[in-house]
């Protein structure tokens, strides 16, 4: 479960980024989060992660305010960026230890992790390489293996399909319907309208820092009736003309 | 050639050249570092013009020119070949200008352009000074001419050789495709040419013995220098032929030119595809190693300090700031310091200025691995995903102040323990000096590590820029000179005994720690706790640290020139005889003083003392002022002002001697006078 009440962000006195977003991600969905580039996906992604500071408002995680017990809510998510560029010098194996080190994973449930992932994205054999060697798509995979190494409550993935390979962005998928399906959270972002019409059972649409919706599938289609597809709703919404 | 030109004018202007940037504040700074050079143009330019009288009735000129010229090829040839390197290889239009229909060798002709005007610097600081000089002193219409083309041609051989050289290396050995591997060597070449032309520069400073002797032997070395270049040869019979025959080795210099030249080029146009695409397969590895990996478990503090000193030891920027700052700096103090003491001195004991000046010396060369201060920085944009992981704020701090503890207490202890052979010191002075620079360390890391998390360089795409260019380092550094020099001042004035001076240096050393601890918790848990590192910010300081960098660099730059002019042409000695004593006082903290009662003997001599070697104090040329080894005589003080005698000699009962010349020799005179009626 992840709330965000009245969370605003500015970069400088012009350039405001996120203005005044309320939004409820609830247990056992997968939550897509839409808009344009320069919307402001990213910035509000890093505020629930404690990479950013919000101007004014609150975001709290399995209810646990980000702002006042930062440990504990940082616990309950695992984080891939919208960049898998991380990290160079170390190779996968390494990061992958010094992950489970940041989140006190104990070292039987490591190995036995980093074994299972690493084989379902097929990465076993390039985890003695350094991360510098890896493609686009390798390091996306090893960013996301290390999110997932402590079984995360929530998962928060900025644009996780760029990049991967049918198959892998296949299991991926797989994996983000089961943990919702078991009850926890996934929240991502992404620029796919496919993923989002198959996959996802709430989304909001940001733009500007605003949100232009926030709901279910079902109810969106609802609101456009005239529109057949996802893509247009999304055109048309975020015209500006 | 309208292509070549275009692609030249193109890679220039892509920032290929330092200082070519649109940006305004960058334009200043290029005026402020060519401010910066021209008092060393002045000072070699003068130092010529002074000598020319000399250098041209022995014959020399040309020697010298050639000379001057061939150190200039050397240098750009050492220093040429990492920016032939990367101009050529490794810059990012490499590839993308692959995939353009243009043939290799006009790629090549425009990045050997780009090098060219780099080297064009380094010629305007080596041989400029003397082309003018020689010019303005004895030059007419053929040296101009053919001076002005020789200048303009001269860098094109020792390009060549470096292009050539590049371009073989990439195109055949596999050893450095690797980017990280070329900036390693190539960093180490430029600190051993670093030092390789200071301890030249010494040995001439030293040969303060006759000026004509030192002229015709640092002659001969020019010329073995030039044999290195025979083209520079040619180039000098043109220059001073002064006839229009001479237009004919002109010719001849610039034909050679030419031809290196088109050598590489043709050489290029066959090898150069072959060492770029080379270049883009060696990344790969033949073999993975993945399952022989062993998983640890380790306290979050002790992974993050394990995952930094990983980043230290496989980053060639960093190892070459980090680790050669901790393991080399000191041995080469030592070793230095081994070499001019000879095993003769032993330190005053339980002196307590002692103690508080090598606590700041100590503390000042632990930390110059700058592991701290930039331990932020280093990460760059992964430092911000720091703040995403669920560690307590202490433990990241502990983890990232790891590593530079453990670095500088080994460069202590690499300081200590020759020092405590060498020197001898009381077990009293050993302890205390210990104990004082290990707390010192502790604080100065802190601080250091708390000044990047205020204001951390993270935008970078170039490792050095985190390690090198990074103001933080600068300030650490200062307000530890200041910190430190404080209380050794204090110490001083107060006139602080032995035991009252070590507890308050313990106690002002403890109270410093507290602060860096406060300082550095506080922040810490800001950054890691809720606020994040502040993108945005960093953005804003790059600018003015740049700026304030420098204005700093320029004024210590000027200080330093300011001084050595001070010293040579204002500083005078200045000579008090009271009722027992003679004192001496010239210039900066130079000074000495006997007794009358010790005096065994003094005489008037018209040549100036055989100079060994200087210990303390100020040499160039017959300007000599401070204390010094002679042949024949040991060691003493000599404050003289020029070769013209007399000089007076002063023995002492003790054997040492003081040896005066003044500009005016009456006054040398009249102090012979005076002090004699005192010798026995
Ligand atoms: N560090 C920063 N400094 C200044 N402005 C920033 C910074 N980071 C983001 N912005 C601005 O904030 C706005 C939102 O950016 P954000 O990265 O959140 O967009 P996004 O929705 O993730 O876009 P994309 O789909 O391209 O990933 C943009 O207008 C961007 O210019
Ligand atoms: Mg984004």
Not at chain 2, 449 to 462: A, E, I, N, R, Y
Not at chain 2, 529 to 544: I, M, N, P
């Amino acid at each position: 479960m992840i709330e965000f009440s009245d969370v605003s962000k500015s970069f400088g006195p012009s350039k405001i980024a996120v203005d005044h977003l309320s939004l409820t991600v609830n247990d056992g969905e997968i939550f897509g989060f839409l808009g344009p580039n320069g919307a402001g996906k990213t910035t509000s992604i890093k505020m629930m992660t404690g990479i950013l500071k919000p101007d004014s408002g609150r975001i709290k995680i399995n209810g646990i305010d980000i702002a006042e017990n930062p440990i504990e809510a940082k616990k309950q998510f695992g984080y891939v960026p919208d960049s898998p560029d991380q990290f160079l010098r170390l190779k996968g194996i390494e990061y992958l230890d010094f992950m489970a080190d940041m989140y006190d994973v104990p070292l039987e449930l490591r190995e036995e992790r980093i074994k299972k992932f690493s084989d379902e994205f097929e990465m076993s054999t390039a985890l003695g390489n350094t991360i510098q060697s890896y493609s686009h798509g390798m390091r996306q995979k090893i960013v996301i293996i290390g999110a997932l190494l402590h079984d995360p409550a929530v998962w928060i993935l900025d644009e996780p399909l760029t990049g991967l390979d049918p198959k892998s962005a296949y299991t991926l998928k797989q994996r983000m319907r089961q943990h919702a399906d078991a009850h926890k959270t996934v929240f991502f972002s992404t620029h796919v309208l496919e993923v989002v019409e198959n996959l996802c059972d709430h989304v909001a649409i940001i733009d500007h820092g605003h949100i232009l919706f926030a709901g279910s599938l079902e109810e969106l289609k609802e609101q456009h009736k005239g529109d057949e597809s996802l893509e247009k709703i999304f055109l048309e919404m975020t015209d500006h003309e | 050639m309208n292509k070549y030109l275009t692609l030249a004018r193109v890679l220039i202007r892509n920032g290929a050249m330092p200082g070519r940037s649109e940006n305004r504040r960058e334009k200043t700074v290029v005026l402020v570092v060519i401010l910066a050079f021209l008092p060393v143009l002045c000072m070699e330019a003068a130092s010529l013009w002074n000598a020319y009288g000399t250098i041209a009735a022995s014959h020399l000129t040309g020697a010298v020119l050639a000379g001057q010229m061939a150190a200039c090829c050397i240098a750009m040839i050492l220093l040429g070949i990492l920016y032939v390197i990367s101009t050529y290889y490794f810059s990012d239009d490499t590839l993308s200008l692959l995939t353009m229909p243009i043939p290799s060798h006009r790629i090549l002709a425009a990045k050997f352009t780009v090098v060219l005007l780099f080297q064009y610097w380094l010629e305007a600081l080596i041989v400029l000074p003397a082309f003018l000089v020689f010019g303005i002193r004895g030059g007419g219409f053929f040296y101009w001419i053919s001076a002005i083309l020789v200048m303009v041609a001269l860098p094109l051989i020792p390009t060549a050789i470096c292009s050539i050289v590049s371009v073989l290396i990439m195109a055949f050995s596999h050893f450095f495709r690797n980017k990280d591997r070329v900036k390693f060597f190539a960093g180490l070449i430029a600190i051993l040419v670093a030092v390789g032309i200071t301890i030249p520069l010494e040995k001439l400073s030293d040969h303060s013995g006759s000026a004509a002797q030192a002229l015709s032997s640092s002659g001969s070395a020019m010329k073995k220098a030039a044999m290195l270049f025979p083209s520079d040869y040619l180039a000098v019979k043109a220059v001073f032929g002064g006839t229009a025959v001479s237009l004919l080795w002109l010719a001849a210099f610039l034909l050679l030119s030419a031809a290196a030249v088109a050598v590489f080029l043709f050489l290029g146009n066959k090898l150069y595809l072959r060492g770029v695409i080379g270049l883009s397969q060696s990344n790969v590895k033949a073999k993975s190693r993945g399952g022989h990996f062993q998983l640890k478990k380790r306290r979050p503090a002790f992974a993050v300090a394990r995952k930094d000193w990983r980043l230290i030891c496989r980053t060639p920027a960093y190892s070459l700031n980090c680790l050669l700052g901790a393991f080399l700096v000191p041995v080469i103090l030592i070793v230095v310091l081994a070499f001019t003491l000879h095993g003769g001195v032993t330190i005053p004991r339980g002196n307590i200025m002692v103690i508080s000046l090598s606590v700041l010396f100590l503390a000042l060369i632990s930390t110059t691995n700058v592991v701290s201060p930039t331990a932020i920085s280093r990460d760059g944009r992964d430092a911000t995903l720091a703040c995403m992981f669920p560690v307590r704020p202490a433990d990241q701090i502990f983890g990232k102040l790891l590593p530079g503890l453990g670095l500088s207490f080994a460069s202590l202890l690499i300081m200590v323990i020759p020092l405590c052979i060498l020197l001898r010191p009381d077990s009293f002075t050993a302890v205390s000096v210990c104990i004082l620079s290990a707390v010192a360390v502790v604080t100065f890391n802190m601080f250091g590590l708390f000044l990047d998390l205020v204001s951390p360089k993270l935008d970078w795409d170039d490792e050095t820029i985190a390690v090198k260019q990074n103001f933080n380092i600068a300030i650490a550094m200062f307000v530890m000179i200041v910190a430190l020099g404080l209380p050794a001042f204090l110490v001083y004035k107060l006139q602080l005994d032995l035991w009252g001076g070590v507890i308050f240096l313990l106690i002002y050393n403890l109270v410093l720690l507290a602060v860096a601890a406060w300082l550095l918790s506080w922040k810490g848990s800001m950054v890691y706790g809720s606020a994040g590192l502040a993108k945005k910010q960093v953005e804003k300081t790059a600018d003015r640290q740049k700026t304030i960098r420098i204005v700093i660099s320029v004024v210590v730059v000027a200080a330093i020139f300011g001084m050595i002019g001070w010293e040579m042409l204002f500083v005078h000695t200045d000579v008090k005889i009271t009722a027992s004593e003679v004192s001496v006082s010239a210039g900066i903290g130079e000074s000495s003083s006997f007794e009358l009662s010790q005096i065994h003997s003094v005489y008037l001599k018209d040549s100036l003392p055989q100079v060994d070697q200087k210990i303390v104090g100020f040499a160039s040329g017959a300007k000599m002022r401070g204390s010094f080894s002679v042949k024949g005589l040991g060691r003493g003080h000599l404050y003289t002002q020029n070769v013209k005698g007399p000089f007076l000699y002063i023995i002492l009962k003790d054997g040492s001697f003081t040896v005066f010349n003044f500009d005016d020799s009456g006054k040398t005179e009249n102090l012979y006078k005076t002090l004699k009626q005192y010798a026995k």
